[in-house]
């Protein structure tokens, strides 16, 4: 039985056949969270699904859009590009699962190109480079900055979605701009969304990333503060509304 499960609205799989795929999550300096949050607000994209879990966590906001769920689907039919936006991230008993489905969804849709956006510890740089990058053995994408050091380690649900694109020859390509272990890294974020942009050759002004990067990276702090207090409490701890 599949405790994975994808709920379109408004929208069917036909109509998603081909589509660009973009997705990351909150991992190292939250850049493949802003990343995918900034490219689904600035593009205007349309809330078209959800994805549920088994074990659905249970916190929600007030978002730009209305009000977020843990994983949502969201889809820009002009550039026909489709973002999966993780305010959480998977449980970790549930990530494989979640990432298998995804992936083998994917591959029934017929994917053009699967763009996975991250993060790389920037006390490993080891030269002026501001990105570097890998590809699944499908991808026909090649860009302009130094692959990913080999013996370099992938972890977390970013690697699970590597593998399995992998394994079901998806043409998945990954984005790894340098980013800070310490904080959240806004303008890492942006590097990410440029390269995004320059892939599709999709115009995004980025230069809220950079110009309000403090004040992202405080409202994002917080947010992430108070999920993970409120995630660790035990249920007669937790403060309801």
């Known amino acids: 039985m599949n ?50 879990t088994k074990y659905l966590r249970d916190v929600t906001f007030l978002d730009e859009y209305g009000i977020a769920t843990p994983f949502e689907l969201f889809y820009d039919d002009k550039n026909h590009l489709l973002v999966l936006l993780s ?16 992936v083998k969804w994917l591959k029934k849709l017929n994917v053009t190109n699967v763009i996975l956006i991250g993060g790389l510890d920037k006390r490993y740089r080891t030269s002026n480079c501001n990105l570097r990058w890998l590809k699944t053995s499908k991808s026909q994408l090649n860009l302009s900055h130094p692959m990913m050091e080999k013996q370099l380690l992938m972890i977390g649900p970013l690697a699970l979605f590597t593998i399995y694109s992998e394994i ?69 701890g937790r403060v309801y509304m």
């Open 168 to 236: 079901e020859d998806l043409p998945a390509t990954i984005l790894l701009p340098y980013a800070d272990r310490d904080r959240i890294d806004p303008a890492a974020a942006a590097i990410a969304v440029e390269e995004v942009g320059r892939i599709f050759n999709i115009k995004i002004d980025v230069g809220e990333l950079y110009e309000d990067a403090k004040k992202i990276e405080e409202e994002l702090q917080k947010q992430l503060e108070l999920i993970q207090k409120e995630l660790n409490r035990n249920v007669s």
């Open 87 to 102: 305010h959480l991230l998977p449980l970790q008993r549930e990530a494989n699962e979640f990432s298998e489905t995804i």
């Open 3 to 52: 405790n994975i499960k994808i709920v379109l609205k408004g929208i069917n799989e036909d109509q998603l056949k081909g589509v660009n795929f973009i997705t990351g999550f909150r991992t190292l300096g939250e850049v493949g969270y802003i990343a995918t949050r900034y490219i689904a607000l600035k593009l205007g994209m349309k809330r078209v699904g959800f994805v549920l």
